[in-house]
């Protein structure tokens, strides 16, 4: 189905509690894939489905290790985990230095999530720029979605990153807003950004909410204003994309 990036230009603004919380309310079967080359906390920060930790030896490493001569969709749900809550997950690297054996990886696994049966992909690639060869992930994408904040050095930084992202993928801005502003935040970037974007939504920022969705999956997290917020933007990210 659809491959839907989601990234930052600058400090990766709560990229992996958007994707972590968008994946839990997602309207249709849905893949969290940690892709950020830097490394990621995924395996750590989130408890597996029985309670325990995730394997983080499981996961884009081993996928990478197996796939030396060829990468098919089919092999994807080999290497992924479910986390509380029912959510499929593909645990990233570790740490930075495990991506330098696999910079052949990215176009390959971009083309893999994209053909994915059955399910759309979030990937969670956090920060864009450091690694190049991630764009070429990117490139496979059918919606490229840069978070930032609504201060004017993270917005003046997303102006930048969106007048050189490369043709492609539909493009679309999420801004981290204030709750006590959060629709002016998001009226503000939406003036600013202009016609760069093909949209500009938001979402909550909600330190309680991020805490409760590490683990407790019941019913205050679910009238969290991180929750109630990722949940309309879900439905207005699952309706850009095309679904066979």
């Given amino acids: 189905m659809a491959l839907i990036v989601l990234a930052a230009d600058k400090g990766a603004p709560g990229v992996t509690t958007a994707a972590t919380a968008l994946g839990a309310v997602w309207p249709r079967a849905v893949l969290l894939a940690e892709c950020d080359p830097a490394g990621g906390d995924l395996a750590y920060r989130l408890p597996a489905a029985d309670g325990g930790m995730l394997n983080p030896g499981r996961g884009l490493l081993t996928l990478g290790a197996t796939a030396r001569r060829g990468l098919e969709p089919a092999q994807i749900h080999e290497h ?37 049966p059955g399910a759309d992909v979030l990937a969670d690639c956090g920060r864009l720029g450091a690694h190049p060869q991630v764009g070429e992930l990117i490139a496979e994408a059918e919606l490229l979605v840069l978070f930032s904040r609504a201060s004017l050095d993270h917005v003046a930084h997303l102006r930048e990153r969106l007048a050189i992202v490369p043709k492609g993928p539909q493009l679309g801005v999420v801004v981290i807003a204030d709750p006590r502003t959060y629709r ?14 093909a949209f500009v939504a938001g979402l909550a920022h909600d330190p309680k909410g991020a805490e409760l969705l590490r683990g407790q999956w019941g019913g205050r997290l679910d009238r969290s204003l991180l929750i109630r917020t990722a949940r309309e933007l879900a439905g207005r990210l699952s309706s850009q994309v095309r679904v066979p």
Avoid at 184 to 197: H, W
Wanted: proline content about 2%; hydrophobic content about 45%; glycine content about 20%.
């Fill in 80 to 116: 992924t985990q479910k986390i509380i809550g029912g959510l499929d997950v593909l645990a990233g690297l570790t740490h930075g230095e495990q991506a330098a054996g696999l910079t052949w990886m990215w176009g390959p696994l971009g083309r893999a999530l994209s053909g994915l």
């Fill in 184 to 197: 002016a935040s998001i009226d503000e970037v939406r003036r600013i950004v202009g016609g760069q974007a």
